[in-house]
């Protein structure tokens, strides 16, 4: 039996529980044994978090030299340097992506707390022509205020990454809302902000559910603008909540990617890229490239040879350095999956190879690597994001 541990949020520098004492329980796809507990926020915990965040904003973050800044964004990026095998083998158990690239993830990210370090100090701004010669008009940028950043599963590091630090750069203070579907990551990287010594109520990181949590965050009063990655369902929510507080909203929605190959290709270097665009990841991927293209006079001995590639791609615990592919996220997944490759079958798609579960880890949320052969885009395989390793 797996050992259960148990985590809590990071709410004004201090570990905290939910306010209604409920908990989430998060699943290890490798077998779908309970592995955490995560506290399942409310309403109150959210307005605790950004109530925190505000505080921060008005007494201290905001008013920081922002090289006093810069020096804090340098120590969370050592920081992760430090720890990047131990928060990529957190991301793995908790996400199902192979070690090998949560570990190489997570060193690469603490770049991206270097380069927004570097531009903390150097934001200006503008003296505007105007055609009144006793009147000077010029533009200063400030930082708005609290920042909500809502983190989908797949790349927890790097999305966090790429909010977080412009964010915390120019003046801004955030709450984090991790995915209900593989929170622990960010609880552990919220020990990183800790031990960086970033001032409470800077950064926040909460877990719960869409709803109440998430709704709550999305509308809250003193959230002024809303970062979010994830699925345009939800998105369409969020666009919605942010009516209530009239948030400005930066919105990453994924997509369905199409590789196109001519006959005229490196053909080597086609088959690597393709290969890795959609089976990197375990296909869990927004910038996936789930729909290949290829010219009429290649298609059969390019298809044939990536079939190939897709066959031999070796399956097994995310956590073996000789794993190419882990188990997707969660059961949820891998049935829609299954039920979109049926319908595109219906449909008159054709599975080259892959297309089901393999037996041999019937435990975990495992997915065979496939290829669908597809007459056109009106296919559902070819116009779903399926996220998962599923070539149309």
Same mark, same amino acid.
């Given at each position: ?231 345009? =369902?939800? %998105? *369409?929510? &969020?666009?919605?909540? #942010?009516?209530?507080?009239?948030? $400005?909203?930066?919105?990453? +929605? ?53 079939? =190939?590639? %897709? *066959?031999? &791609?070796?399956?097994? #615990?995310?956590?073996?350095?000789? $794993?190419?592919?882990?188990? +997707? ?62 070539? #149309?």
């Amino acid at each position: 039996m797996t050992k259960i541990q148990n985590f809590k949020m990071y709410i004004d520098g201090q570990w905290v529980e939910s306010e209604s004492g409920k908990t989430i329980e998060t699943l290890n796809p490798e077998n779908n044994e309970v592995w955490a507990t995560v506290p399942e926020a409310d309403a109150k915990d959210v307005d605790k978090a950004v109530k925190a965040a505000q505080k921060a904003f008005d007494n201290s973050w905001s008013n920081l030299h922002p090289r006093d800044r810069a020096k804090y964004l340098r120590s969370l990026g050592s920081l992760l340097r430090e720890n990047a095998e131990h928060l990529g083998t957190i991301e793995t158990i908790d996400t199902g992506k192979i070690f090998r690239e949560t570990k190489t993830q997570a060193n690469y990210i603490a770049e991206y707390y270097d380069y927004f370090a570097g531009l903390a100090d150097k934001v200006e701004g503008t003296v505007v022509p105007i055609d009144k010669p006793d009147m000077q008009v010029t533009t200063t940028r400030i930082p708005i205020g609290v920042v909500a950043a809502i983190i989908p599963w797949n790349s927890q590091m790097l999305l966090t990454a790429v909010k977080l630090a412009p964010a915390l750069a120019m003046g801004n203070t955030v709450v984090i809302k991790a995915s209900e579907l593989a929170p622990v990551t960010l609880l552990e990287f919220a020990k990183l902000v800790e031990k960086s010594g970033i001032p409470k109520g800077v950064v926040n990181i909460i877990t719960g559910l869409g709803e109440p949590c998430g709704k709550a965050l999305t509308t809250h009063d003193l959230v002024e603008r809303i970062a979010f990655t994830g699925g345009p =369902e939800t %998105a *369409k929510h &969020i666009v919605k909540n #942010s009516a209530e507080n009239y948030a $400005s909203l930066t919105l990453e +929605l994924g997509g369905k990617s199409p590789v196109v190959v001519f006959d005229d290709a490196d053909t080597e270097n086609a088959l690597n890229n393709i290969t890795t665009a959609i089976f990197s990841g375990n296909g869990c991927s927004c910038i996936a490239g789930s729909v290949l293209v290829l010219q009429d006079t290649i298609y059969d001995s390019f298809l044939g040879q990536l079939t =190939e590639r %897709a *066959k031999n &791609i070796k399956l097994g #615990s995310p956590l073996d350095e000789e $794993s190419q592919m882990g188990p +997707l996220n969660n059961n949820k997944q891998v049935e829609f999956i299954e039920q979109n490759i049926n319908q595109s079958i219906e449909q008159g798609a054709k599975v080259i190879c892959g297309g089901k579960r393999p037996l041999e880890f019937s435990e975990g949320c495992y997915f065979l690597p496939t290829i669908i052969e597809c007459p056109d885009r009106s296919i559902s395989t070819a116009n779903t994001e399926l996220f998962g390793p599923i070539l #149309s």
